[in-house]
């Protein structure tokens, strides 16, 4: 059965800040990953996605990693900014899976003090 | 071109009650998806659905919750005689192809409160 866990499950940093949050899978066996956001009361916005086949996805300050062999992926967030603040998910699409089957992990709310 | 519009906001009923959450997709997106959240919880699947079809509810609990997703109007989830442990906060999807690696748009959930 697929585990997602996320670590850590909170993180406070300083403006300006790189960061790094991980996401950790127990099966390899995936079609993509995805990173989200989420911000209090309300529903989730993609971020990334990454395809089994691709290594790593970038958009503007955000940088998403993929190692399946290993499990993991990393979100890398460049020169954190107070408007960062939000809660991460990231979630996996499992081989034999319906597209729509997301197994997610807990998240790790991050706060970006100015 | 408005996102994915869920309503209500906010839903509070009694144990023993129906709640009948409601699901409007982005425009031109056939495929929906519906999450659950409980407290302290990460996101769960529930049911993936179609127009008039139900394609994967491996996730729906087997009694008192139902899906439909008709020809016309939202899809709606339906949960009978309410329970505590039914208060969350449900999360609905969509996307427009049926092609795996395709990301979903999120609305912006509908919180029930069991009294």
């Known amino acids: 059965k697929q585990e997602v866990t996320q670590i850590p499950a909170a993180l406070s940093v300083p403006e300006g800040e790189n960061l790094v949050l991980n996401c950790s899978f127990t099966d390899s066996a995936i079609y993509n990953l995805q990173w989200f956001r989420q911000d209090p009361g309300k529903g989730l916005t993609s971020l990334l996605l990454i395809q089994s086949s691709q290594r790593e996805q970038t958009s503007g300050r955000l940088n998403a990693s993929l190692d399946k062999s290993s499990g993991r992926s990393t979100l890398y967030i460049a020169a954190s900014q107070p408007g960062d603040s939000a809660t991460y998910l990231c979630?996996?699409?499992?081989?034999?899976?319906?597209?729509?089957?997301?197994?997610f992990g807990k998240g790790t709310k991050l706060s970006v003090k100015p | 071109n408005a996102g994915v519009m869920q309503n209500p906001r906010h839903l509070v009923r009694r144990r023993g009650q129906e709640a009948r959450l409601r699901c409007s997709p982005m425009k031109g997106h056939s495929h929906v998806y519906w999450y659950r959240q409980l407290p302290e919880e990460g996101l769960k699947f529930m049911v993936y659905l179609q127009k008039e079809n139900i394609i994967d509810e491996s996730g729906m609990p087997k009694e008192r919750f139902s899906a439909e997703f008709p020809k016309e109007g939202p899809s709606i989830l339906r949960i009978q005689q309410v329970v505590r442990g039914d208060s969350a906060a449900y999360f609905c999807?969509?996307?427009?192809?049926?092609?795996?690696?395709?990301?979903?748009?999120f609305g912006d959930g509908t919180r029930l409160s069991i009294l």
């Open positions: 979630a996996v699409t499992n081989y034999g899976g319906s597209q729509g089957n997301l197994i």
């Open positions: 999807a969509s996307s427009p192809l049926q092609e795996i690696n395709q990301p979903q748009h």
